[in-house]
């Protein structure tokens, strides 16, 4: 008896060692292996209604289910199916998965990336798979990585929820069907990431976040991360309209602090929607750093001991 207990004691304090070390959570090759998979030929580029993003949906779901997350209210499986609209017979899916939450499991906080992205393009006579490993290969592996990282943490009081969504491409429909499946009011805050796989025009361990003064969202972002080598920046890019144009702007519309945290050079990004954004394009030092960056600055809002102000409402 005196011997199982402290055994399990050893066996307590080594996993609470192991979990408070992020190094040891999401390291390099973890991260690499996720999105060199995504970002694969063998993906096709991802095209909404294609085997390739059936084969991507198949792969999230497989890392989800080895991280031991649960399907989102019940559901039986990870894939959020639907129709594009009531003539449309193709499904769409968006992956999701669940941490509920220890003493708040009524407060949700959601982490997402797209998963589609443009398939198979014109091309240059050579190569003709737009791979999208920066858009959005990177933002799905930093969710799943995310989603890794707090499962071992084991202390959020909120519901965690972990996306990937589909036809962010062709209209954003992923997102839109998803805020359907749940009560604005309910989330607290949504982490969307796009495109974190080259360094930011502020430098090395430096990221942005769209819609900045629309919330205080990214004060407590900031907040967090004092004293570390990462700082996070309003959106250099506002004339771009980047706020509106990812998958938080549905969520963000129904007044919840919903951004979209990147670190792309937008304005002068040459791969952006082209058949060279590869992986062997990507900075993977960078993608690594903003991970944990996030990890880190999310932390507040995951444990519920912030929580950042709603955005005006614009639709009802
Ligand atoms: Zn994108």
Redesign the pocket.
């Known amino acids: 008896m005196k011997r199982i207990f402290y055994t399990l004691l050893a066996l307590l304090i080594t996993q609470q060692t192991f979990a408070q070390d992020i190094n040891k959570i999401i390291t390099k090759e973890y991260v690499d292996n996720l999105i060199k998979t995504l970002s694969s030929d063998e993906m096709e580029g991802r095209g909404t209604f294609t085997p390739g993003i059936d084969r991507a949906a198949t792969f999230i779901e497989a890392q989800f289910k080895e991280i031991g997350l649960q399907p989102l209210n019940g559901a039986d499986s990870y894939r959020q199916t639907f129709f594009k609209d009531s003539t449309d017979k193709r499904p769409l899916f968006n992956v999701v998965g669940v941490i509920p939450g220890k003493s708040k499991s009524a407060e949700l906080v959601v982490f997402s990336g797209?998963y589609d992205h443009l398939g198979i393009i014109k091309g240059d006579g050579q190569d003709s798979i737009a791979n999208g490993a920066d858009?959005?290969a990177s933002g799905v592996t930093a969710m799943i990585a995310l989603a890794k990282y707090y499962k071992k943490l084991k202390n959020n009081e909120r519901t965690l929820i972990f996306v990937a969504f589909t036809a962010?491409e062709i209209g954003g429909f992923g997102s839109r069907h998803f805020s359907k499946q749940l009560n604005p009011d309910h989330v607290v805050a949504m982490f969307n990431i796009?495109?974190i796989g080259k360094e930011s025009k502020f430098g090395k361990n430096t990221a942005f976040i769209t819609g900045f003064d629309k919330s205080d969202f990214g004060k407590i972002l900031q907040k967090n991360l004092a004293g570390t080598e990462f700082t996070f920046h309003p959106d250099p890019y506002p004339r771009q309209n980047l706020f509106y144009r990812?998958d938080n702007a549905t969520l963000a519309a129904l007044g919840v602090p919903a951004h979209t945290i990147s670190t792309d050079q937008i304005d002068t990004d040459k791969f952006y929607h082209t058949i060279k954004d590869e992986y062997s394009t990507l900075d993977a030092d960078n993608i690594l750093s903003t991970i944990k960056a996030i990890a880190k600055s999310a932390i507040s809002i995951v444990k519920g001991t912030d929580t950042p102000t709603r955005i005006p409402r614009l639709v009802e």
């Open positions: 797209h858009d959005d962010e796009e495109m990812s």
